[in-house]
C-alpha cells in the first residue's frame, strides 16, 4: 500500500459536506483535515500497489459534490520517530 494526500479545493461553504461524503464513499480514505490556505481540505488515502493513482482521483475524489479543484501529493517513504 502506498499514501497519497491530496489537497482539496471546495466551492464556498461546502466543505464540511465534501469531507463528509469523502468519509462516507471513499473506502480508501484514512484521515481528512480542514486547513487553511488555498485549499479547503487535505486528505490522506491508502492506495493498493497497481491502482491507478490519476484514475482514483479524478473518479473519486474529483467527483465529490462540492470539490473545485485538487493538487495530488505522492509519497515516496514513511520516516516515523519515537512518541516524544
Known amino acids: 500500500m ?9 466551492d464556498l ?7 463528509d461524503e469523502a468519509v462516507e ?3 480508501e480514505i484514512s484521515e481528512i483535515y480542514s486547513t487553511s ?8 488515502f491508502y492506495l493498493e500497489d497497481g491502482v491507478d493513482t490519476g484514475r482514483f482521483i479524478t473518479e473519486k475524489v474529483q467527483t465529490l459534490p462540492g470539490v473545485k479543484d485538487t493538487f495530488t501529493l505522492i509519497t515516496f517513504n514513511a520516516f516515523v520517530g519515537a512518541a516524544r
Open 13 to 19: 461553504g461546502k466543505a464540511y459536506q465534501v469531507a
Open 2 to 10: 502506498r499514501a497519497v494526500f491530496v489537497m482539496i479545493k471546495c
Open 25 to 27: 464513499s471513499i473506502e
Open 37 to 44: 490556505g488555498q485549499y479547503d481540505l487535505l486528505a490522506k
